[in-house]
């Protein structure tokens, strides 16, 4: 989405539609009424959103739709009212909302605003790459945190980064100790100082 802060009157009234819509299905989430936020959700075409020229607002409000898409995915496969195969879309959504998280930054930076992505925005940067990982994709996860670090280089993403960096930590430490402890064990068992 291309963030803009002007739009005409006919575009504003749609854009405050849209908006509304987003809104309204952030709410039926919050209240636990996951399958209807989804439905207000596929009322709205957030894929032509995407490609239009948005206020920072609605720009913000459609990545947020995208992450309370994904949980409410999420949340009715573990309860065994969704499609279990659906976990590639469930992180396309978190994915999508991580890529308009990250140009809401890279807008941000190059203004003279002071603010930070949503939590529920750094939730779906981390549970993209953790699901991922989980469905045995650990190479793509890894791929997709290293993309998110580089490119999430910019004033008021530090805590974003922190928590990034110390979950691709934990991942390569549990990857190489799972890997290396066959490898380790023998060679202390052999050294006469032990």
Same mark, same amino acid.
């Not at 291309?2 to 539609?17: A, F, H």
């Not at 190479?139 to 999430?152: E, V, Y």
């Given at each position: 989405?291309?963030?803009?802060?002007?739009?005409?009157?006919?575009?504003?009234?749609?854009?405050?539609?849209?908006?509304?819509?987003?809104?309204?299905?952030?709410?039926?989430?919050?209240?636990?009424?996951?399958?209807?936020? !989804?439905?207000?959700?596929?009322?709205?075409?957030?894929?032509?959103?995407?490609?239009?020229?948005?206020?920072?607002?609605?720009?913000?409000?459609?990545?947020?739709?995208?992450?309370?898409?994904?949980?409410?995915?999420?949340?009715?496969?573990?309860?065994?009212?969704?499609?279990?195969?659906?976990?590639?879309?469930?992180?396309?959504?978190?994915?999508?909302?991580?890529?308009?998280?990250?140009? !809401?930054?890279?807008?941000?930076?190059?203004?003279?605003?002071?603010?930070?992505?949503?939590?529920?925005?750094?939730?779906?940067?981390?549970?993209?790459?953790? @699901?991922?990982?989980?469905?045995?994709?650990?190479?793509?996860?890894?791929?997709?945190?290293?993309?998110? @670090?580089?490119?999430?280089?910019?004033?008021?993403?530090?805590?974003?980064?922190?928590?990034?960096?110390?979950?691709?930590?934990?991942?390569?430490?549990?990857?190489?100790?799972?890997?290396?402890?066959?490898?380790?064990?023998?060679?202390?068992?052999?050294?006469?100082?032990?």
């Amino acid at each position: 989405a291309v963030v803009s802060t002007q739009s005409t009157g006919n575009d504003r009234e749609t854009q405050y539609y849209k908006e509304a819509m987003l809104l309204q299905a952030k709410t039926a989430y919050i209240q636990g009424r996951f399958q209807e936020c !989804l439905d207000i959700l596929h009322k709205v075409d957030m894929e032509s959103m995407r490609k239009e020229v948005l206020t920072f607002n609605v720009s913000r409000a459609l990545a947020d739709a995208y992450v309370y898409k994904g949980m409410a995915m999420e949340y009715l496969q573990i309860v065994g009212s969704g499609d279990n195969s659906n976990i590639a879309q469930v992180v396309e959504c978190y994915e999508t909302a991580g890529d308009l998280g990250l140009e !809401l930054l890279n807008s941000i930076s190059k203004s003279t605003l002071n603010l930070t992505l949503s939590g529920v925005l750094e939730i779906a940067l981390l549970r993209s790459v953790l @699901l991922q990982m989980s469905h045995g994709m650990m190479d793509k996860g890894i791929a997709r945190l290293r993309k998110i @670090l580089q490119t999430s280089d910019v004033p008021g993403s530090d805590t974003l980064r922190v928590s990034l960096s110390l979950t691709l930590g934990q991942v390569l430490l549990q990857g190489t100790a799972d890997n290396s402890c066959a490898l380790v064990a023998p060679v202390l068992c052999v050294d006469p100082l032990l």
